[in-house]
């Protein structure tokens, strides 16, 4: 069932755990068989999941049973343990107590807590790896709806407390911990303002409405229509009036007609749809599930439980979609 030799055969983590255990039990059975490998070569291949960093509880569990002393008080065994031996033995057994303590926890303080060993697992990767994470650049924001809210306590890296901040601005987006894309379009109405002066100068140089339309689509339609699919349909109409003026301003520069961004944004809702329905290997591609063969071209909705989800990108997709067919 397993090789002779596991050392020179790549076994994932779980294999490995599974050809150990099987030695235990054989020892157990027949302590003198010829098929049982010796107590360091196991230790040399436990090591694997000291170094790759495992997190199953079965790997920690194992090596704290190979690294273990029979004899603690053994003056023997001090001197031929290593330190770096000691120190995998510590480690198992702190990871086998952390792991106890998460399952152990209520559900709601798990998501917390795993949330924070994440950030601890990544400090410890950057240090292993010989990398520096700049504290001063790194932002903390909590995105939390729950009617009894708690208090959060910060997060440390390094032993430096992480700034939380309310919104943050990400790929151009400006995302905010209520989820209001107030501050972003506020933004990006501020710059493309700024760009409608660079088109009324080139009105008055003489150019073309076909060129003011190009300078238009290039300058100022790209700011307001950017990643529009993943924060316009929960705009409120507020904001869409103040985005839809600077649209108008524009059109009465040009003096021609301009799509509205409402209109930007089913035309593109519905493209980036069909591209993840082409795509088998998008991560977003098992959300779009067809119906039966009698209703071809018809897509399952999903269930929305708040105004938010109802309003975001994949239901206004699906139905889009179901609307063409």
């Not at 490995?16 to 054989?26: M, T, Y």
């Not at 890296?157 to 972003?184: M, P, Q, Y």
């Not at 933004?187 to 700024?194: F, Y």
Request: glycine content about 4%.
């Amino acid at each position: 069932m397993y090789p002779e030799n596991p050392q020179r055969i790549d076994l994932d983590q779980t294999e490995l755990i599974n050809f150990i255990f099987s030695q235990i039990a054989l020892a157990c059975v027949l302590p003198g068989s010829s098929k049982l490998v010796a107590l360091t070569k196991l230790q040399d291949l436990s090591m694997r999941f000291y170094r790759e960093g495992s997190r199953s509880a079965s790997a920690f569990f194992l090596l704290s049973i190979l690294f273990w002393p029979e004899d603690p008080n053994d003056n023997r065994w001090k001197e031929a343990s290593s330190a770096k031996n000691e120190k995998v033995l510590i480690s198992a057994i702190d990871d086998l107590q952390r792991l106890c303590m998460l399952k152990t926890k209520p559900r709601k303080g798990r998501i917390v807590t795993h949330y924070r060993e994440e950030v601890r697992a990544l400090g410890v990767w950057c240090q292993e790896n010989n990398l520096t994470l700049n504290v001063n650049k790194t932002k903390e924001m909590i995105v939390d709806f729950r009617k009894q809210q708690r208090e959060h306590p910060p997060i440390h890296i390094d032993g430096t407390v992480v700034e939380r901040v309310a919104s943050f601005k990400f790929l151009g987006i400006h995302i905010t911990d209520n989820l209001n894309w107030s501050t972003h379009t506020d933004s990006i109405v501020k710059k493309a303002q700024q760009r409608l002066f660079n088109l009324r100068r080139l009105k008055k140089f003489g150019l073309s409405p076909k060129a003011l339309t190009n300078f238009y689509r290039g300058t100022i339609e790209s700011i307001l229509a950017g990643c529009i699919t993943a924060w316009y349909g929960n705009c409120s109409a507020l904001n869409r009036k103040a985005l839809q003026r600077v649209v108008r301003s524009a059109q009465g520069i040009i003096g021609g007609k301009l799509p509205a961004l409402q209109d930007t944004y089913t035309t593109r809702c519905y493209r980036k749809a069909i591209k993840i329905i082409k795509d088998i290997y998008h991560p977003s591609h098992c959300l779009f599930t067809p119906l039966s063969s009698r209703r071809r071209g018809q897509y399952r909705c999903i269930k929305a439980g708040t105004e938010r989800l109802k309003n975001s990108f994949y239901l206004k997709a699906i139905r889009l979609l179901n609307s063409h067919h």
